[in-house]
């Protein structure tokens, strides 16, 4: 087994691990947590379907990440990453976090506008340069994957 198989099989029991422990936050432990909080602060309860389901939402943009980068590996397995093939799955990544990101903000703003302490906005205000570098990431290195099409393409032509 070469370097490269071992790594893409490494990487897709990891991916695996990660994706179960999506599905179990997303399903018992933060709507676990959130009754809870209700339960504990009945002033806050209001919050526990709202949180429920922005948590919910993000791990979910996390799993179609999870998902299409599983897609992706196994274009790499087979040599066929640089093909039209891995521009549906890199513009679901793509549209994953930028979904996740458009959410983080409106978060953001209304935490912001409402919050008499610097904390939480800011480590929001964090989250949202972070999500948009990653955001801005995927969209360079789709470009990126574009133009080695295009030279592979060009290359199969000269040979």
Do not use: K, Y
């Amino acid at each position: 087994m070469t370097l490269e198989r071992s790594v893409i099989w490494a990487l897709r029991t990891a991916l695996v691990i990660l994706f179960l422990l999506l599905v179990m936050l997303q399903t018992l432990s933060f709507p676990g947590q959130f009754a809870h909080l209700a339960e504990e602060s009945p002033e806050q309860a209001s919050l526990r379907w709202p949180l429920t389901a922005l948590a919910a939402f993000w791990l979910l943009c996390v799993q179609v990440v999870v998902v299409c980068t599983w897609r992706l590996l196994g274009l790499v397995a087979r040599d066929d990453i640089f093909s039209h093939r891995a521009f549906p799955w890199v513009d679901a990544i793509i549209a994953a976090i930028g979904a996740a990101w458009i959410v983080l903000v409106g978060v953001f703003v209304a935490v912001g506008v409402n919050a008499d302490d610097p904390g939480a906005p800011v480590v929001l205000f964090l989250a949202v340069v972070l999500g948009a570098v990653v955001g801005m990431l995927m969209v360079v290195m789709r470009a990126l994957l574009r133009r080695a099409l295009t030279l592979r393409t060009e290359l199969d032509g000269v040979i």
